[in-house]
């Protein structure tokens, strides 16, 4: 997918300024959290469990080249066959390869957010195949003119009832409806169509068993179930960290995956998909595939974002986020938004492509609290904030103004007398008043509020005066 | 019992915007029966430098503040997220020099946020003021999710015959401030604290409490804005010592 990312701000102020959008965030912002919240509550020990998650995550990721081979070995004795793809580019080639081998004009895909790294649609249609999102919000994305996804589990999450009700109208050409049921229906009856005739499936996967090579899907819509059993061909494409080592540690996962996501104790449907066919089977693919995609998963591996590498793409942090509940998931301006986004688009996609992504973030830590496998986006956050430092990626009036100001508060002297200019400075900038409206030297801080006036004096000058009244007294 | 001695850390944002709430909590400590002392070559912390990634300058600053207050019993501030950066921040700082990583884990296990020093080691029994009014308080997040500061000021207010704690809704969320967030994403910043002002109205509270400078600003800046002209916004240290 194209990244936009370096268009962070402006994409921040135009969703401020969107009056329904903002509605449409504030309504799905309260979901989220109440549900969670109470989901949480279920588990006798959510903070063992969070812990128990974090050392499989962990087990994996530090030793992740072993478990893949695991896996591969397992996956090829069930009749499956592994790819491994360098990139989105390689994913690309050999998702088309694959489907004209086997003569496939259409594709039917369940949700995968490697396939929207990828830019998997585009690659299919310059190819002459048609790719079909099953997903409601990948399928509402799509007949929009293809728009990206702004959350990685509700990825229309931004759009509201009555913008899918006039979208619907317009490219089903059928009345409009205003029921979410009639809706749903009708993309149901639209979809029916695609899921008998397409030749080939395609699925993301939330996790692959090593023990069994397996691939395990947590969906709530049953498109999944019938991408991956209907076609005679079902692709499989996740990052290489996906793996996890047994079903019992499977069980672990997904007593906190579907808690932390949508709130729920489990979801809708949970698939365990393991190999092709046998003959005595009435259904399931006869042909199984698995590319498993590194594009810049390996080379965080073992650096100081390895934790990253944990993240089981609940999507908890963004719910919690106080920015992207306030901006949404478009203006970050990739496949990955809020905070996990913020860590992994650098990662990914360039830290020269996203350098407001690391600092778009109040570091309130309310996503290291949420996030199921413990990972410290704050601290990652602020990783990549110093290694842009070091790297000479932040503007220069920015570093210089930052060295200069540390430079001071070294020097207790000069530092004294800079606050009394300063506090003196933003006095007369208040005037007679207790606020300043406009605030010259930090203009984006009164774009939207005032700043409150000083007292006066600093702390340090009222309180010598103070010891010195003290000593002539006594 | 002898005296306890504690080092005030002012903090740079009370130096510079509210001298008051460092007197207050100057005293709060003294009238606990603590012996005081404000080093008068104090400046910042240094968290700034650390979260706009100045690792050098955040070293820097923190082999500073490390000198500076090492010599006391226990070192006091009136900040949740300054003393959240001394306390968990600090020793994380020094991986590669373990004599400052010492110094540093020693300072920081000395080193209180203000109301967490009254309650959990001075334990006081009552506070000098009384304010009357309905206050609603405001967990800012450095204190409440890095040092798990939640109780330790209610327990305080409820210590004052006239003030009534009004929770309102959200009062665990950022209020959008986030040090220079606010000035690198300024419209942002301000959008996340307008939520805040609009929960603290519907509390219907006469006055928003709480324990970080920043926070207060960024508040009362938005709450002005909205044309809101009667929500008074207080440090705890100014309600506790009876001074707002």
């Known amino acids: 997918m194209e990244i936009k990312s370096m268009h962070f701000k402006a994409n921040a102020s135009a969703t401020l300024a969107n009056v329904v959008l903002q509605g449409n965030l504030k309504n799905a912002k309260g979901k989220f959290v109440t549900k969670r919240a109470e989901a949480i509550k279920d588990l006798d020990d959510f903070e063992g469990t969070r812990d128990a998650a974090t050392a499989i995550r962990n087990k994996v990721i530090d030793n992740l080249d072993l478990w893949l081979e695991c896996f591969e070995r397992k996956a090829l004795d069930t009749g499956a066959k592994v790819f491994w793809a360098k990139d989105g580019a390689e994913v690309c080639r050999l998702v088309t390869e694959i489907a004209r081998s086997h003569g496939v004009t259409k594709v039917t895909k369940s949700k995968s957010m490697l396939s929207e790294e990828a830019g998997l649609n585009q690659a299919l249609e310059a190819a002459g195949i048609q790719p079909v999102e099953t997903d409601l919000g990948e399928y509402i994305l799509q007949v929009d003119n293809n728009e990206p996804p702004s959350h990685i589990i509700a990825p229309a999450v931004h759009k509201s009832l009555d913008d899918v009700a006039d979208l619907f109208h317009k490219v089903h050409g059928t009345p409009r409806k205003t029921e979410i049921p009639a809706l749903t229906r009708e993309a149901r009856e639209v979809l029916r169509g695609h899921f008998l005739s397409a030749e080939m499936g395609l699925s993301g996967g939330n996790f692959l068993v090593a023990e069994t090579g397996s691939v395990a899907l947590v969906t709530n819509e049953g498109n999944g179930r019938m991408v991956t059993t209907m076609p005679h061909v079902h692709v499989v494409i996740t990052g290489i960290e996906k793996v996890i080592p047994t079903l019992e540690d499977l069980s672990t996962l997904m007593r906190i995956l579907p808690r932390s996501a949508t709130g729920q104790s489990i979801s809708n449907y949970f ?58 998931g478009h203006a970050y301006g990739w496949v990955y938004p809020g905070p996990m986004g913020s860590v992994l688009t650098p990662l990914y996609a360039g830290m020269e492509n996203s350098i407001d992504l690391p600092h778009a973030a109040t570091l309130c830590n309310q996503c290291g609290i949420v996030c199921p496998v413990s990972i410290p986006l704050p601290d990652l956050l602020r990783k990549l904030r110093e290694k842009q430092t070091e790297r000479g990626l932040r503007p220069l009036t920015e570093r210089i103004g930052l060295r200069v100001w540390a430079w001071v508060a070294q020097r207790p002297k000069l530092y004294a007398l800079g606050a ?26 009164s774009l939207g509020r005032d700043f409150p006036a000083p007292q006066g004096k600093t702390f340090r000058e009222l309180y010598a005066a103070r010891q010195t009244r003290k000593g002539a007294t006594t | 019992m002898p005296r306890v001695r504690v080092g005030l850390f002012v903090t740079c944002l009370v130096d ?15 009238t606990a ?15 700034p430098a650390w979260n706009s990634g100045d690792a050098p300058g955040a070293v820097a600053l923190a082999k500073k503040t490390i000198a500076e207050f090492e010599g006391f019993e226990y070192v006091v501030v009136p900040s949740g997220s300054c003393g959240e950066h001394v306390r968990i921040e600090y020793p994380r700082l020094f991986a590669d020099e373990p004599d400052w990583r010492d110094r540093a884990t020693a300072l920081a296990s000395r080193t209180y946020e203000l109301t967490d020093f009254l309650v959990t080691v001075l334990k006081v029994d009552s506070v000098p003021g009384d304010h009357e ?37 959200g009062c665990e969320e950022c209020c959008g401030f986030g040090g220079t967030f606010s000035i690198k994403f300024g419209e942002v910043s301000a959008a996340i604290a307008e939520r805040k002002c609009d929960n603290v109205h519907a509390s219907g509270a006469q006055a928003v409490v709480g324990g970080d400078l920043g926070c207060l600003l960024n508040i009362e800046g938005k709450l002005r804005r909205m044309g809101d002209e009667n929500t008074r916004v207080l440090h705890i240290a100014e309600v506790l010592a009876g001074d707002a």
Not at chain 1, 298 to 322: E, K, Q, S, Y
Not at chain 1, 426 to 443: C, E, F, M, Q, S
Not at chain 2, 16 to 30: Q, T, V
């Open chain 1, 420 to 445: 009394s200019l300063g506090v003196r400075y933003l006095k007369w900038l208040a005037g007679d008043t207790d606020r300043i409206r406009l605030l010259p030297t930090a203009p984006e801080w």
């Open chain 2, 16 to 30: 510079l915007m509210r001298p008051r709430i460092g007197f207050a909590a100057l005293k709060l400590l003294e």
């Open chain 2, 33 to 47: 029966g603590c012996e005081v002392i404000v080093p008068d070559t104090q400046t910042c912390c240094g968290q």
């Open chain 2, 133 to 169: 009014g309905t206050v609603t308080y405001h967990d800012s997040c450095s204190g409440l999710r890095g040092l798990g500061i939640k109780e330790q000021p209610r327990s305080l207010l409820a210590k004052m015959k006239g003030v009534s704690l009004k929770e309102m809704n």
């Open chain 1, 271 to 328: 698939s365990i998909l393991t190999g092709v066919k046998k003959p005595e089977e009435h259904d399931g693919p006869e042909h199984l595939y698995f590319i498993l995609v590194d594009s810049g998963r390996a080379d965080v591996v073992g650096t100081d974002f390895h934790a990253m590498l944990r993240c089981i793409r609940c999507g908890a942090c963004m719910n919690h986020c106080p920015v992207y509940q306030t901006i949404g």
